[in-house]
């Protein structure tokens, strides 16, 4: 067996220890122990491992759960180790939208492909952002937490275009949605 597939062993059997508990603190933890996987999330949200996809959901969530990103490159952090993946666009996609009440009392929710729940609101807007494709083409995302960020899926898109409301702000007239008494503007008139 190879040094890096003994690393790869070694994490799974950490990953273990995680699986029913709140998210960890990757955020407090910086292992000297630091290497490369190979791993990836594709542009459409599917994680792959040694070029197989990784299937089952509860996997995914597992490696989501210990995901940090530190400046521009994304890592799977355990206590004891540190391991560098590849993610084309964002880690997660935005899968589901829930939507409570209506104009400026609204609140919607946004649910990630890999459970998490995020609600739009000032501390987590909806953004848009030029594509890694084309700079003509903006995609909507979502922080989720400490620096990753959702892709909203077609279909969320769709159902969050259908909340639109027009809005005077700064003297300008804008397109965005309400929700938690927020309104994020998405596109400017």
């Not at 599917?46 to 996997?59: F, L, N, T, V």
């Not at 919607?108 to 609600?119: A, M, P």
């Not at 739009?120 to 030029?130: A, L, R």
Request: with cysteine; aromatic share 10%.
């Amino acid at each position: 067996m190879k040094a890096a597939d003994s690393f790869s062993y070694a994490l799974l059997a950490q990953l273990e220890h995680v699986k029913d508990n709140p998210l960890p603190p990757v955020h407090l933890w910086h292992p000297d122990n630091c290497r490369d996987i190979d791993m990836q999330i594709k542009e459409d949200g599917s994680w792959h491992y040694m070029d197989s996809p990784i299937d089952r959901a509860s996997m995914v969530r597992l490696f989501a759960g210990i995901l940090r990103r530190d400046e521009d490159e994304y890592f799977l952090v355990t206590p004891a180790e540190k391991c560098r993946i590849v993610v084309e666009d964002v880690p997660f996609q935005g899968v589901l939208l829930e939507n409570s009440g209506s104009g400026r009392q609204q609140s919607l929710v946004i649910t990630t492909n890999v459970g998490d729940r995020v609600n739009i609101n000032e501390s987590n807007p909806v953004e848009f952002s030029p594509s890694r494709r084309s700079d003509k083409l903006c995609l909507p995302y979502l922080p989720v937490r400490r620096g990753l960020k959702a892709r909203l899926n077609r279909n969320v898109y769709y159902q969050l275009m259908d909340l639109v409301v027009e809005e005077m702000r700064d003297g300008s007239l804008w397109y965005g949605v309400w929700s938690e008494g927020y309104f994020s503007r998405l596109m400017k008139t």
